[in-house]
């Protein structure tokens, strides 16, 4: 399999594993390591596995699979989903107190873009 696919899986685990970390402890007077101990158990490690395998882009699978099987995935031009890119750029952005603009966010996506293709 392709190493993106490996990769974006484990990132996006330990984001989610950490995430419940924090609401757990942060709600609570739990230290880090009672919640390990009496409250990470196999049910929430598969359920973080499943959050995980379904968040691994479709763009990504397909990726690894025209490695794999090329006959069976469609070749697609372009760069859908850059308008979630943008989106969370723009989010991201905007929660560290930055003045970032939709429209030039858009434009920047829009070079890249371009660039890739020549």
């Known amino acids: 399999m392709d190493q993106q696919v490996i990769s974006n899986f484990k990132k996006l685990f ?20 009672e919640f390990w101990k009496n409250h990470y158990n196999i049910v929430i490690c598969l359920k973080l596995i499943d959050i995980a395998r379904n968040g691994v ?14 006959d069976v995935v469609l070749k697609r031009e372009g ?3 850059f308008e979630l890119i943008e989106e969370e750029i723009v989010s991201i952005g905007r929660s560290m107190g930055l003045e970032v603009d939709d429209a030039d966010v858009a434009v920047l996506i829009e070079e890249y873009a371009e660039e890739r293709r020549s």
Do not use: D, I, Q
């Open 14 to 33: 330990t984001k989610h594993l950490f995430k419940c970390c924090f609401e757990v402890t942060e709600n609570t007077n739990l230290t880090l390591r």
């Open 57 to 70: 882009a479709k763009r990504t699978l397909n990726s690894a699979c025209r490695k794999l099987w090329p």
């Open 79 to 81: 760069f859908e989903g």
